[in-house]
Nanobody, 123 residues
């Protein structure tokens, strides 16, 4: 269900920064696992970061050390700070909340999704 709203996407040069926001929304609940995904045209969706209900974040290898995912439970909002952006980070970025399916101890699907925000990084 696409009920979340992302903001903060845009176009930057390589090495630049962007901060994505998702919310505020009642669907970003304190008890929910949250995540950020990205997808390029004709490619599979990739999970970029996952945030546990307690705020612990994990990342896919290609963004670790450059991206920081966080949540503000008081504001029902989640964030993705992206630094040192690279052209390969160019994609549509989506936020997601409330894990619905687990495979190999990893959440692979979520109940609530955003509409997406485009991030474009030029060389």
């Amino acid at each position: 269900v696409r009920v979340l709203v992302e903001s903060g996407g845009g176009s930057v040069q390589s090495g630049g920064s962007l901060r994505l926001s998702c919310g505020p929304s009642e669907y970003i609940d304190d008890d929910y696992s949250l995540a950020w995904f990205r997808q390029e045209p004709m490619k599979e969706r990739e999970r970029v970061a996952r945030i546990s209900p307690t705020g612990f974040a994990t990342y896919t290898g290609s963004v670790r050390g450059r991206f920081t995912a966080s949540r503000d439970n008081a504001q029902n909002t989640m964030y993705l700070q992206m630094n040192n952006l690279k052209p390969e980070d160019t994609a549509m970025y989506y936020c997601a909340a409330a894990c619905t399916s687990v495979r190999d101890a990893t959440c692979v699907d979520y109940k609530y999704w955003g509409q997406g925000t485009q991030v474009t990084v030029s060389a």
